[in-house]
């Protein structure tokens, strides 16, 4: 079974430039999120879909931060415009379901952005 | 507020001998927790779960075992290998409306040879 796809695995920019991620999720998986995670921290839940619709942004910085997941299976994340503080390890994670306690994620590799 | 800490940011032992990494939770309304194994330049890989209504789960050589009274988590790994150097995450599932997961800082493992 394939994992979860992401690209690119590295991306450096300057600040005040757009990035775009992207994101492919275990075949079947309803459920996929978006979590950034700083260095020495653990994973911060950015957005979470449900199929095609948003069941969690509260702690995506709209103003600079937007994410689809169009026909319900691949998403991408954009930043615009970037900040210093933005560079962080993006990690995108799909689940059978949600709404239910037991979810276990499934991660893939991760982007590596660094913002200069 | 929600917060999910190890005791622990580094934890250092020695090829063969058990690992216990520990873990405090402070929302008394999580349901379901999972530790999580992130190896370098990975993303973060589920090794084992336990629901609030138990007290011990163990799998192939990892235990977990949860103290819902002091809202503690604690991962034993037997026979620590190098392969398990890694950064190891507690995560809790409360409900708030509906299930979100939230991971903890984590504690970094290193296996001495």
């Known amino acids: 079974e394939a994992g979860v796809a992401q690209s690119p695995r590295y991306k450096i920019i300057e600040k005040r430039q757009s990035v775009a991620f992207w994101c492919n999720p275990i075949?079947?998986?309803?459920?996929l999120y978006w979590y950034q995670q700083i260095l020495g921290q653990g994973p911060k839940l950015l957005i979470q879909f449900q199929n095609n619709g948003v069941v969690d942004d509260s702690q995506l910085p709209k103003d600079r931060f937007s994410a689809e997941r169009l026909k319900g299976v691949d998403s991408t994340l954009k930043i615009q415009p970037a900040k210093l503080e933005d560079s962080a390890v993006y990690l995108c994670a799909s689940s059978l379901a949600t709404g239910v306690a037991k979810n276990i994620q499934y991660f893939g590799a991760g982007t590596r952005l660094s913002v200069l | 507020g929600e917060s999910v800490g190890l005791h622990l940011p580094t934890l250092s032992v020695q090829e063969g001998d058990n690992s216990i990494i520990n873990c405090a939770y402070s929302?008394?309304?999580?349901?379901?927790f999972i530790w999580y194994k992130q190896e370098s330049g990975k993303g973060p890989q589920f090794i084992i779960d336990?629901?609030?209504?138990?007290d011990k789960r163990q799998g192939q050589r990892v235990t977990v075992l949860l103290n819902k009274t002091v809202k503690h988590l604690s991962l034993q790994i037997a026979a620590t290998q190098p392969g398990d150097s890694a950064v190891y995450f507690c995560?809790?599932?409360?409900?708030?409306?509906?299930?979100?997961?939230?991971f903890g800082a984590g504690t970094r493992l290193f296996v001495k040879a």
């Open positions: 336990i629901r609030s209504n138990m």
């Open positions: 929302n008394s309304a999580s349901d379901y």
């Open positions: 995560a809790e599932t409360p409900y708030t409306g509906g299930f979100k997961t939230i």
């Open positions: 075949s079947g998986h309803a459920t």
